[in-house]
């Protein structure tokens, strides 16, 4: 997981952004995918989305229309 932006506060909207990063670990996310093939983990998924379409997600983001997370899925 990352973010890519340094973050910020957004007091209007009661959202404070925070910069991230983790680093991959093979057996973690193993883990993890078995907790949420389990049903101990939910994710708040709000889209699938061709990754062709990432300047539109973005832009939807930046205007607070998407809650939840986007999968980004490649072509081909």
């Known amino acids: ?3 890519t932006s340094p973050g910020g506060e957004f007091p ?5 952004v925070t910069f991230f990063s983790i680093r991959s670990d093979p057996a973690q996310l193993a ?5 949420v ?9 709000s889209a699938r989305r061709p ?3 990432t300047p539109l997600v973005h832009q939807q983001s930046e205007a607070g229309a998407i809650r939840g997370r986007v999968v980004l899925i490649p072509e081909g």
């Not at 883990?31 to 907790?35: E, G, K, L, P, V």
């Not at 093939?37 to 998924?45: C, E, M, S, T, V």
């Open 31 to 35: 883990q993890i995918a078995a907790r």
């Open 1 to 3: 997981m990352s973010a």
């Open 12 to 16: 209007d909207s009661g959202v404070r």
């Open 51 to 53: 990754l062709a379409e």
């Open 37 to 45: 093939a389990a049903g101990q983990l939910r994710l708040d998924i």
